[in-house]
């Protein structure tokens, strides 16, 4: 519950853009910068959307003919931080960095456009040999807002989200829980527990020498928000959301910390995106593919910046 305040900001602002007939305004105003990655204005829309959710913004590529420039936007989508991701972000962001929240989140979220530009690049320029598509589209008219539009508008989306959310919080925590619990009893002796500390190695060039916060990224490929779910259930206070951002800002620098943050803004979609992408493309290989893509650039993001803290002294 501690996400429907952010997730109403988002949707409202959505829904504002959405009803006054700016949307489509913006694809033309976004096509020049499309154009760098030989996509046009339609492409912006389908990335736009992916600020509410990465499913509908999957779905919504069906409006690009050009199947090249289709399959690069599904590809790029996951980069754009969905609500869930956001949120996961607006709830560690204060425990890890305080008054310096604000700024970490927003320099998150840039890291994340600017390597979704620059993977749309280069992709471009060496497998599409810079390839552009053309762009003609009917502007719609301005006009008023309408408020009660809106608000149905936020109320649907938001009430959406905390149904799937809540569904799957609900379920995956009493996985995690029980993985946490058997054969022993002790969270320490667990299966979790063991899958976590073989991966400890690994990430501790990410500043993750913890397996509770191992485990909880991986378990965001279920759905996004699991992250606080799972570290709930590891840390052992489900109920106390304070306690629970103290405990875990106890437990990393905040050089990891941050490399935590910046994986999983850039870490593989939820199973849900995922599902859609194979839908979309009717392709396992690209399906895979956009997955692995992902796997290694949040992977490689994180131990990059995590080891160039450490030159400089910041991972203490």
């Not at 149905?152 to 149904?163: D, E, G, P, R, S």
Request: charged residues 10%; positive net charge.
């Amino acid at each position: 519950m501690t996400f429907v305040t952010i997730l109403m900001m988002v949707f409202s602002v959505l829904g504002l853009l959405e009803d006054v007939g700016y949307l489509a305004r913006a694809a033309f105003v976004m096509d020049r910068v499309m154009h760098l990655m030989g996509l046009h204005g339609r492409s912006f829309l389908s990335l736009f959307l992916g600020f509410g959710c990465n499913v509908p913004a999957v779905m919504g590529t069906r409006i690009i003919e050009d199947r090249r420039a289709k399959f690069l936007t599904i590809l790029l989508v996951p980069l754009v931080p969905c609500t869930a991701r956001l949120a996961v972000v607006a709830f560690l962001t204060p425990a890890f960095f305080q008054n310096w929240a604000a700024s970490v989140t927003l320099l998150l979220v840039t890291i994340n456009l600017s390597l979704l530009l620059m993977l749309g690049i280069i992709i471009n320029r060496l497998i599409h040999k810079g390839e552009r598509s053309p762009f003609i589209m009917e502007i719609p008219l301005y006009h008023l807002p309408n408020a009660r539009t809106i608000g149905l508008y936020v109320w649907h989306n938001t009430l959406a989200f905390i149904k799937k959310a809540g569904g799957v919080i609900v379920i995956f925590s009493v996985v995690v829980w029980a993985f946490s619990w058997f054969p022993s009893g002790e969270i320490e002796t667990s299966f979790l527990a063991d899958f976590g500390r073989r991966l400890v190695p690994f990430g501790s060039l990410m500043g993750l020498s913890d397996w509770r916060l191992i485990v909880a990224l991986f378990s965001s490929f279920v759905a996004k928000e699991n992250t606080i779910a799972t570290l709930g259930v590891l840390f052992g206070l489900q109920d106390q959301s304070l306690g629970l951002t103290t405990r875990i800002a106890a437990v990393i620098s905040p050089a990891g910390a941050f490399s935590f943050l910046l994986v999983q803004m850039l870490f593989i979609p939820c199973v849900a995106t995922v599902a859609v992408i194979k839908h979309e493309t009717a392709s396992w290989r690209f399906t895979l593919l956009s997955v692995m893509v992902l796997f290694v650039l949040s992977l490689s993001a994180g131990i990059c910046v995590y080891q160039i803290a450490r030159v400089f002294g910041w991972a203490r």
